[in-house]
């Protein structure tokens, strides 16, 4: 089954970001090269060699579609300075979400 590419993202002042679904899917990027869910509510994304997110601001924030009441963590994965982890509930809960995502 083919996959299609994500759409590009017009973020002129983020060095990476994106719109993730629920099933960790990307629908729209930049600068983001891999999305992966691996845990209700847990998503890893790796940006570029080129950028180092434990020297940004991580933003993330949930898209219009999600659930109310929907939570949204970001924060840099342990040990690795191109990978990010989001983590996203319902009222507190881990709970498949979607949502944006951005490096500043």
């Keep these: ?5 994500p759409e590009p993202m017009y973020a002129p002042y983020a060095r990476a970001a994106a719109l993730v679904a629920s099933d960790g899917t990307r629908r729209a990027q930049k600068n983001v090269v891999d999305v992966k869910r691996w845990e209700t ?13 434990t020297h940004a601001v991580l933003h993330a ?16 994965a342990s040990g690795q300075p191109h990978v990010v982890d989001v983590l996203t509930s319902k009222n507190g809960t881990p709970a498949n979400e ?7």
């Design 61 to 76: 924030t949930p898209h219009a579609g999600a659930d109310w009441g929907t939570e949204v963590y970001v924060r840099p």
């Design 98 to 104: 979607p949502f944006y995502f951005s490096v500043l």
């Design 1 to 5: 089954m083919a996959t299609s590419e």
């Design 41 to 53: 509510g847990r998503y890893r994304l790796t940006v570029p060699d080129t950028i180092d997110v």
